[in-house]
């Protein structure tokens, strides 16, 4: 990931929160989509202040560049070790829990807590499972079909007369949070999350058996599945959870009925 050309950078580095294994070593932050590669450079940098180490890019416009490496200001361990992936499905893949950061509302938008939320519920979970945040582009942030990989939204309150926030700001705002969770004791939990891929299998398994016993028209599909996605987002699923909810979909297709 590292432009081969890009000087070092002098000055004061402090990697102590990179060195030493902790919680937040199991949080990724994923790019989707970014514009700009300043923007991830200076995302990096909020990373490196906050002990956050791991940041995945989804198909981004440009690759890292010298300008990443001059805004993450020292944070170059960040961006070398940064991982480019092709669709949000592929980068969220072996994450237990997947946070989607968006600022817009709606009927269809549930599961929505703020950062101090996020960090309060997550910590606990860092002992057992891989948790990403994900943040959508510079204009438009998420779109659906990535809210739909999400198990749950992170919203920032701000000011209704001006609400947008910069990408990094945001990442910093979340990611600040999160550090200062984690330098209270967390009282571990044992769970242990399917992960995402397997919950995307159960999904299209869903999806097909619904639309063989005529629950699901093309008129309702994508509401209702979306409606579906966060029930089931909010019951923090694990893998024996998946393995009976897809031999009930089993027993289904075999008879139409269970």
Wanted: proline share 6%.
């Amino acid at each position: 990931m590292a432009d081969e050309d890009a000087p070092s950078r002098p000055g004061p580095v402090f990697f102590t929160c990179m060195q030493t294994p902790s919680l937040l070593d199991n949080v990724s932050i994923i790019l989707a989509d970014t514009k700009t590669p300043a923007n991830i450079g200076a995302v990096a940098r909020c990373m490196m202040n906050t002990g956050l180490s791991r940041l995945l890019l989804v198909a981004p416009r440009k690759a890292v560049d010298r300008e990443s490496f001059k805004l993450a200001a020292g944070a170059d361990e960040i961006l070398e070790k940064s991982v480019v992936y092709p669709r949000l499905g592929d980068a969220v893949s072996g994450h237990g829990l997947v946070i989607g950061a968006s600022r817009h509302s709606g009927k269809r938008r549930k599961n929505v807590i703020t950062p101090r939320e996020l960090a309060e519920r997550v910590l606990p979970l860092l002992t057992n499972n891989k948790v990403a945040v994900v943040f959508g582009n510079e204009v438009s942030g998420l779109e659906l079909p990535d809210i739909a990989l999400c198990q749950e939204l992170v919203a920032i309150p701000t000011a209704h007369a001006f609400p947008s926030l910069n990408l990094s700001h945001a990442v910093m705002v979340i990611a600040y949070e999160l550090f200062r969770a984690s330098l209270k004791p967390v009282p571990p939990s044992s769970l242990e999350l399917a992960p995402t891929e397997d919950l995307e299998y159960f999904y299209t398994h869903l999806q097909r058996t619904l639309r063989t016993i005529g629950f699901l028209g093309d008129e309702n599909a994508e509401r209702m599945l979306l409606s579906l996605r966060q029930l089931f987002g909010r019951a923090r699923l694990d893998s024996r959870d998946i393995s009976i909810l897809r031999g009930i979909l089993n027993c289904i297709d075999r008879t139409g009925k269970c």
